[in-house]
T-cell receptor, first 117, second 113 residues
Framework: GNSVTQMEGPVTLSEEAFLTINCTYTATGYPSLFWYVQYPGEGLQLLLKATKADDKGSNKGFEATYRKETTSFHLEKGSVQVSDSAVYFCALRSANAGGTSYGKLTFGQGTILTVHP | NAGVTQTPKFQVLKTGQSMTLQCAQDMNHEYMSWYRQDPGMGLRLIHYSVGAGITDQGEVPNGYNVSRSTTEDFPLRLLSAAPSQTSVYFC????????????FGPGTRLLVL
């Protein structure tokens, strides 16, 4: 079955530091890949996504590239801010989702990021 | 659009009590789902629906029931609450298709004593 593995957290950085959160996956075919962010006390919000190999998703200074050869979708940001403190989830959905095939999201365990001033 | 809304935000139950968690969306999405979030385990799918009148089980369905009588609403029922059901519950909705974005509600925090 599908699975997602994220780097262990928590991650603590100083403001303006470079961020990488590793994500690798196991799935058949070409799944769609997502990064979700959860701010304290809130639900999950889509941060970025990529639906085919070599696609780069980007949003709010965050980037991730769909690497089929390494089955990875690592999240990066060049200069983090205190406001980026949150929990980050990597997720995938099977490529054959649609119709009555629900195509559930498979989540990693989440990585807690704390950014200090 | 209000997006995905959930009520209540927080609930305390005693073991054996029943309750319904409400979820509604105003985006005319076909797909809706319920997840539970537990520390260190990410989100796990409880039940889902691909359209009105159609529901199915996810990874962890035991102890929960759902129904989908309208496109907009997807309530989750706990039949007889147990301490193991203490969790944060998220409802989500999206259009069909593998690359479609899933929109999440703000969550319901449930404590079962």
């Amino acid at each position: 079955g599908n699975s997602v593995t994220q780097m262990e957290g928590p991650v603590t950085l100083s403001e303006e530091a470079f961020l990488t959160i590793n994500c690798t996956y196991t799935a058949t075919g070409y799944p769609s890949l997502f990064w979700y962010v959860q701010y304290p006390g809130e639900g999950l919000q889509l941060l970025l996504k990529a639906t085919k190999a070599d696609d780069k998703g980007s949003n709010k200074g965050f980037e991730a590239t769909y690497r089929k050869e390494t089955t990875s979708f690592h999240l990066e940001k060049g200069s983090v801010q205190v406001s980026d403190s949150a929990v980050y989830f990597c997720a995938l959905r099977s490529a054959n989702a649609g119709g009555t095939s629900y195509g559930k999201l498979t989540f990693g365990q989440g990585t807690i990021l704390t950014v200090h001033p | 659009n209000a997006g995905v809304t959930q009520t209540p935000k927080f609930q305390v139950l005693k073991t054996g009590q029943s309750m319904t968690l409400q979820c509604a969306q105003d985006m005319n999405h076909e797909y809706m789902s319920w997840y539970r979030q537990d520390p260190g385990m990410g989100l796990r799918l409880i039940h889902y629906s691909v359209g009105a009148g159609i529901t199915d089980q996810g990874e962890v369905p035991n102890g929960y029931n759902v129904s989908r009588s309208t496109t907009e609403d997807f309530p989750l029922r706990l039949l007889s609450a147990a301490p193991s059901q203490t969790s944060v519950y998220f409802c989500a909705s999206r259009r069909g298709g593998g690359g479609e974005t899933q929109y999440f509600g703000p969550g319901t925090r449930l404590l079962v004593l």
